[in-house]
Every structure is written in structure tokens, then in C-alpha cells.
């Protein structure tokens, strides 16, 4: 009885001893199936903080820790394919920036562009080619700086515009303005500058602006000009040669008419006089 006891003691504590164990084990496993999809979680957070949208790890079953997974993922492929199409379309804005700014470099027509307090936001080369002016290197300055008959003409512009009893789109005209000295000419002197200018409302980041488009038709009025005065000289040329040649006919005539019936001397003055009229 006593060595049944003591197998019995032995028995019960080795199974005790395996439950228990069995207990802890299962304790365990089960909470590492539960803390396995938080810890992911928390790993995938951070990651996603940092801006690395990779997908955690999946684990199958259909409990709530599983599906938060499942749904973490969802998430961040969604935010890649939100991010993706972010980095599409800011590389779309930065070829057409691109491309903006490439053809308005090569324009040949000036493009100014200026604030609502008519400081120069931006200017093409074809600007300051026509101007004379360094107008990139200048920006942010008031264009009654930079050149100020320009910018009493433009503000004058605007102003009509504003005040235009039927509004407008944009407003056109022609300005004069001094050639500067780094555009050919003397200042104050020399040629004045003959501008076509086109201006309109533009909408910029800090409010509303203003932007002119000018093109440089000195040459164009100076061939007007000469065109004009050609046909004034054509003119002036038949209606001075109306009267002449009547003239050259009737001294034609006399010298034909009297050259018979005069003395030697008399028909000589007459000859030398009808000559030099007619020449």
C-alpha cells in the first residue's frame, strides 16, 4: 500500500508537473497568435510614419486580429497607389513647368509678369532683349524701378481697363518708351522704343496679378513710315510733273513755230531758251 501510495503520489505530481507545463505552453502559443498580428501592426505603423508603405505580415483566421491586418494592408496599398498617382501628377505639373518655361524662353515677344503691387514677378529673355533690361535679376522689384515709363504706361493701361465701361478681357495698344543704353541706344535720346503690348488679369499664389505680352514694332512703324513718305513723293512727283509737261510741249511748240521767222540772233536766244526749258 505504501509503494502503491507513493507510485500514485509520483504519478500525480508528473502529471500535475505536465499540465501545468501544457497549461503555460498553451498560455504562450496563444499569446503569441494574439500579440503576433499587434506586434506587425505596430511595426507597420512605424513604418508607415516614416513614409514606407509595406505591407505587414498576414496571418490567417477570420478573428478581429487577423482582419485588422488584412485591413492594415488595404490601407497602405491604398496609400500607395494615392501616393503614386500624387508623384504621377506632380511630374505631369513639372514637365508642363517645364515646357511652360522653355517656350516662353525661346519666345521672341517680351513676357512680363507683376503683382497687384505691379512689382516683377517674372520677365522671358525676349523681355529683356527687347527692354535692355536684366529683369530676371530683378524680380520682387517695383517695376517703376526697373524702368518707369514702362511702368506708367502699363498702370495707365490697367487703369483704363478697370474703368472701361464694358469689361474686357484684356486691353491692347501701342507704347512708346526710351531705348535704353543696354538696348542699343542713348538714354534720353535716340529712337524711342515702339511697343505692341497685350495685357490681362492673372491669378498668382499670393492674389490677383497682371500679365503683358509686348512684341517690338519699331522697325514695323519706321516701314510704315517709309512706305507713307514714298507714296507722298509719288505724288508729289505727278503733280509737280502735270504742269511740266504742257510746259516742255509749248516750248516745243514755239521753238517749231519761230525758229523760221526770226532773224539768225533772235532764232539762237529762241532755240537756247526752249532748250533749257525743255531740259
Known amino acids: 500500500r505504501t509503494g502503491l501510495r507513493t507510485i ?165 495698344q501701342q507704347i512708346e518708351v526710351k531705348r535704353s543704353a543696354a538696348a542699343g541706344g542713348e538714354v534720353g535720346g535716340g529712337e524711342p522704343l515702339m511697343l505692341l503690348a497685350r495685357g490681362s488679369r492673372l491669378p498668382l499664389d499670393d492674389g490677383p496679378g497682371y500679365v503683358v505680352v509686348f512684341d517690338d514694332v519699331t522697325q514695323v512703324i519706321s516701314a510704315q513710315r517709309a512706305v507713307a513718305w514714298g507714296e507722298v513723293a509719288r505724288r508729289l512727283a505727278h503733280e509737280i510733273k502735270n504742269p511740266l509737261t504742257p510746259i516742255q510741249l509749248s516750248a516745243e511748240r514755239l521753238q517749231m513755230k519761230l525758229a523760221d521767222k526770226l532773224p539768225a540772233a533772235e532764232s539762237e536766244v529762241l532755240r537756247r531758251g526752249a532748250s533749257t526749258i525743255v531740259n
Open 8 to 172: 500514485y503520489g509520483l504519478t500525480l505530481t508528473l502529471t500535475l508537473l505536465l499540465s501545468v507545463f501544457a497549461a503555460i505552453a498553451s498560455s504562450v502559443l496563444l499569446a503569441s497568435s494574439m500579440t503576433a498580428p499587434l506586434l506587425q501592426l505596430a511595426e507597420g505603423t512605424k513604418a508607415v510614419a516614416e513614409g514606407n508603405f509595406r505591407p505587414v505580415r498576414e496571418f490567417p483566421g477570420n478573428d478581429e486580429l487577423n482582419l485588422l491586418t488584412q485591413s492594415f494592408n488595404a490601407m497602405t496599398r491604398q496609400l500607395t497607389e494615392a501616393r503614386d498617382q500624387v508623384e504621377h501628377k506632380q511630374r505631369e505639373l513639372e514637365n508642363a513647368k517645364t515646357y511652360l518655361e522653355r517656350v516662353l524662353a525661346n519666345l521672341s515677344a517680351g513676357v512680363v509678369v507683376l503683382n497687384k503691387d505691379f512689382r516683377l514677378v517674372t520677365a522671358n529673355h525676349g523681355a529683356a532683349r527687347i527692354l535692355g533690361h536684366t529683369l530676371l535679376q530683378r524680380t520682387g522689384r517695383p517695376l517703376a524701378e526697373v524702368d518707369p515709363a514702362l511702368a506708367i504706361a502699363f498702370e495707365a493701361a490697367f487703369a483704363d481697363y478697370a474703368l472701361a465701361a464694358s469689361p474686357k478681357d484684356s486691353w491692347q
